[in-house]
Structure formats: structure tokens, C-alpha cells
């Protein structure tokens, strides 16, 4: 698909900070960083790769806990990683399209004691190559953990660039058929998560703008603390947030 068309590096090409107020603010990513960082604390990692990293948000909170840990975030929006080699010059930015077969070097192979892809696979025509591609990454019993969504695919992920959204069966295929050892795959996210992301579609364009391309006002802030007040009494099993443990052989 050329760049022009492709809703991914339309949407993610353009640097807006209502976008990057909403991976600091926001309930939803702010609970997949909570969760995620918690996993990683059960081993932590020495080498750590982080798939689609945008503009490094997940990989600064990482750094903060694991402060001895070599970080690399991967992402296809060079704009977007000259950015983060100024923000963060200790951390190692590679652009790459993960979307595209031999996109990563032989000198990444088996360098990764963890994997992480928060919010990745379901941008991607290829979920199978894109699992392969973090297989390759990761050293013998290093880990993969990814985060993605369960559930109808309404207009606000359309405009965002997901292309599909999976179930526990269906990832937990998909990690088989690419060499992983699934640990564990769940959903968690009912009720709130699920709410908000139905409140979104009702008024898509309203959605869009307010939270992912103006910069967030006090009010939005505020609404945002609201929101992941309400996201700790979500169900741990149910929902539409998907998260994925894997070990590789």
C-alpha cells in the first residue's frame, strides 16, 4: 500500500500533541504500562526491544525502573524517531517497517531477553510476521509480551490504522504457529474499558479531535484521572483489552 493511502503512516507520520497527551493521560495506556511493567518486574530485563514504540512513552517508564537495562524501540516513523534519538540518546531507535519480510538485520538476532508490542499487531497486515519478527529478537527463553484488542472493530480504531482485532484463541494460534510457548493470554478491560471505547464511537469525529490531536486541557485531565479511577475496578479476565505472555523455547 503506498504512504499516501496507508491509514498507518497517515495518521502516525503526523506528529500531534493530542496523541501524545493521550499515551500520558489517558486511562487505557496508562493501564497497559502499569500491567506490562508488572510482568516485567517478575524477571527483570537486561536487554529489552519494544515493537512500534511511537515516541518512546512505554520505553521511558521502563528505563525509569530498570535503569541498568539496554532499551530499543523500533518504529516505521523516522520523524517520529529523530524526535525520540533527541529526547532519549541512551536509548537505541531503529526505523524499520516490522510489516515487511527481512526489514530487521541479522545483528538484532537472539539480543533480547524481553519483547515487548503494545497496541502493535493489530496494525499490521502480516500479525504472523510481525510475531516472527520478535521470535527472531528474542533470546531462548526470552519473553514476548504484547497487548492488542478484542472485539468489534469500530470507526475510531478504523481511523487509526487497526486492521483487525483478535480473540484469546486466535492469538493464542497465531503465538503457536510463529515458535512461542503462550503463558498466558487473557482479556481484561470489562466495563470501563469497553465503555469508553463505545462512548468514542458515538461521536467519532468529536473523539478524534478532542483526544487525539489538540492538545489535552485541564478538563480533559481531569476527565482522564476520572477514567483510570474507574479503569482499577475493571475485570481481570473480561473485556476488550488482550494481553499476551509468551516464552520462546
Not at 525502573?65 to 532499551?71: S, Y
Not at 485541564?218 to 482499577?232: D, E, M, N, S
Request: with cysteine; hydrophobic share 40%; aromatic share 10%.
Amino acid at each position: 500500500m503506498a504512504f499516501e493511502s496507508d491509514v498507518n503512516a497517515r495518521y502516525y507520520g503526523a506528529l500531534e500533541l493530542g496523541r501524545r497527551d493521550y499515551w500520558r493521560w489517558m486511562a487505557a495506556p496508562r493501564a497497559r504500562v502499569t500491567a506490562v511493567s508488572s510482568i516485567l518486574a517478575d524477571a527483570p530485563p537486561d536487554r529489552l526491544c519494544d515493537l512500534g514504540c511511537g515516541d518512546g512513552a512505554f520505553l521511558s517508564k521502563v528505563t525509569q525502573l530498570f535503569p541498568q537495562a539496554r532499551m530499543t524501540g523500533i518504529d516505521r516513523s523516522s520523524t517520529q524517531m529523530q524526535l525520540n534519538r533527541k529526547e532519549w540518546p541512551t536509548v537505541s531507535w531503529i526505523v524499520t517497517d516490522l510489516d515487511t519480510e527481512g526489514s530487521l538485520g541479522p545483528e538484532l538476532r537472539e539480543s533480547f531477553d524481553a519483547v515487548t508490542a503494545l497496541e502493535v499487531i493489530e496494525h499490521v497486515s502480516r500479525p504472523d510476521l510481525l510475531l516472527s519478527h520478535a521470535f527472531a529478537l528474542a533470546r531462548p527463553a526470552g519473553r514476548l509480551i504484547l497487548s492488542t484488542q478484542s472485539g468489534p472493530l469500530r470507526e475510531t480504531e478504523r481511523r487509526v490504522g487497526h486492521r483487525r482485532h483478535f480473540s484469546v484463541s486466535e492469538m493464542t494460534a497465531l503465538l503457536n504457529s510463529a515458535g512461542w510457548k503462550p503463558l498466558r493470554v487473557w482479556n481484561t478491560g470489562w466495563p470501563f474499558h469497553d465503555l469508553s471505547k463505545w462512548i468514542a464511537n458515538l461521536f467519532p469525529d468529536r473523539a478524534m479531535r478532542r483526544y487525539g490531536e489538540e492538545a489535552y486541557s485541564v478538563q480533559q485531565k481531569i476527565v482522564c484521572a476520572c477514567l483510570r479511577g474507574l479503569f482499577k475496578l475493571n475485570s481481570s479476565f473480561r473485556g476488550a483489552q488482550l494481553y499476551a505472555l509468551a516464552e520462546k523455547p
